[in-house]
């Protein structure tokens, strides 16, 4: 398994460019699975999760060509409806599927995802949602078996809380449903936007994307998209948090800035200096970090995927900070390893009291999720000494080509093969 080194101390400065959004070309991906034709998404990232849509799509008979980030998908025919516990083991998201199969085949069969290193991260709700458009839904060997015989019909679904997958293949399924369907509470992530963005071009009528009610007004067909992939604002964001903690000058190029509102803000309330708008960002990292609390919440509150990170930063910081994580029950895994480096963060349930120190200290360290991972290589970067981060395929599936990135920002990191 591959490692990530470290030799921390060094000032980033420079400018990276942001990669395509894992969280919107997953769902992009799947959605090309509506209708017959090719599909064409731009903007792709190279990633782990990627290449598991990628086998997904062909598992179910999908022709998919890719070439520098450009995936070609020709759903014209679907051989199979069945996601394989395998894939949905190795990738969640791969649950996604059953919106766009249900919709276009009348039936789908995906095996039902455990819980993972962040939480339990059920999938009522989605099955709930797909109930309220008539579908059947059993549950067989571990598999949730969906069917809609005579095709979905129109619905009305309250989402107990915001839930951006459930809301995704919601408004996928709702797009071929008879008559019209409306989230209520629906997740207002930008990768919602986008997803509607892609299905509006193939057809599709929806309104409200981006608010907590979206309306979907069901058509007989769909055709091919071509869509390019939003920017990925959690890596935006982390290159960010980099910056600061090195004390270095970044320039964050090819982000969406109004997407990192919640997390600018609290960097400046942490006395880091940051200008630029549209797409771009220039970052300054302070002599002094000061202690900031936050609190994750749907968008477009404070994102839980930069929960790990703003820790790693709040390590650093002139006293303590409270963070407090309120989307997934069990996502502090990253702390035991922080304080392996020298933090000083105490837990108590669903929040962390983080005390700042002068220094953390490199160590050999790995993670259990992708973000925890993240927040590793940013303590790395700002620790003194050699951090050496395991298990770095988690880290693969979220961050593209990260040591080349942060090679080309000045940082003293190589992946080891072992
Ligand atoms: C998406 O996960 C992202 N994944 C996650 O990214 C992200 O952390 C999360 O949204 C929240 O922003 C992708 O987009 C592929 P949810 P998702 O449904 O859709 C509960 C990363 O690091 N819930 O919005 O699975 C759930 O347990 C990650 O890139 C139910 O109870 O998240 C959680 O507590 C990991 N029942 C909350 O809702 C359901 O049926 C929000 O989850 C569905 C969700």
């Known amino acids: 398994m591959d490692k990530i080194i470290i030799h921390g101390g060094k000032r ?54 890719r070439e520098n980030g450009t995936f070609a998908v ?42 993972c290193a962040i939480g339990a991260r059920p999938i009522n709700l989605h099955l709930k949602g797909f109930e309220a458009l008539g579908a059947k839904i059993t549950l067989d060997h571990g598999y949730v078996e969906a069917r809609a015989r005579g095709g979905l019909r129109g619905g009305r679904i309250r989402f107990d809380i915001p839930t951006v997958g459930g809301t995704e293949n919601l408004l996928m399924a709702a797009t071929l449903a008879k008559g019209t369907t409306v989230i209520e509470n629906a997740a207002c992530e930008p990768e919602i936007v986008d997803l509607a963005e892609a299905l509006t071009k193939m057809g599709a009528r929806i309104k409200g994307a981006g608010s907590d009610t979206i309306s979907i007004e069901g058509v007989r067909e769909l055709q091919p998209f071509a869509h ?9 964001g982390t290159f960010l948090i980099a910056a600061a903690m090195t004390r270095g000058e970044v320039r964050v190029r090819g982000l969406c800035a109004a997407h990192q509102e919640a997390l600018v803000l609290k960097l400046r309330e942490a006395g ?58 069990n996502r502090f ?31 050999p360290v790995m993670a259990t999720d992708l973000r925890a991972s993240a927040s590793l290589v940013l303590a ?36 080891v093969r072992e």
């Open 12 to 65: 980033l400065k420079g400018e990276v460019q942001v990669s395509g959004a894992k969280n919107s070309a997953l769902p992009l991906l799947f959605a090309t699975l509506l209708a017959p034709g090719v599909h064409r998404v731009s903007n792709v990232p190279h990633l782990r999760d990627i290449d598991t849509a990628e086998k997904l799509l062909k598992i179910l008979g999908a022709q998919v060509e």
């Open 380 to 415: 790395g970067l700002a620790a003194d000494n050699t951090t050496e981060v395991a298990r770095i395929y988690h880290l693969d599936r979220g961050y593209e080509r990260i040591e080349e990135k942060l090679k080309g920002l000045g940082a003293d990191v190589e992946r």
């Open 272 to 329: 880091v200096e940051i200008s630029g708008e549209g797409d771009e960002l220039r970052v300054k990292g302070p002599r002094k970090i000061l202690p900031v609390d936050i609190r994750t919440c749907p968008y477009p509150g404070f994102p839980t995927d930069m929960q790990a990170q703003f820790m790693a930063l709040m390590t650093l910081a002139d006293g303590a900070s409270v963070i407090s994580e309120n989307v997934f029950e």
């Open 333 to 363: 895994m990253h702390v035991c390893e922080l304080q392996r480096m020298g933090a000083d963060i105490a837990i108590d349930g669903h929040t962390a009291v983080v005390r700042g120190v002068k220094k953390l200290f490199g160590a």
């Open 228 to 236: 390019a992939v939003m920017p990925d604002r959690i890596e935006a």
């Open 74 to 115: 020709d759903a014209s025919s679907i051989e199979s409806v069945e996601a394989p516990y395998d894939l949905v083991r190795t990738m969640r998201a791969s649950v996604l599927v059953l919106g766009p199969l249900l919709a276009r085949c009348g039936h789908a069969r995906v095996s039902l995802p455990g819980g």
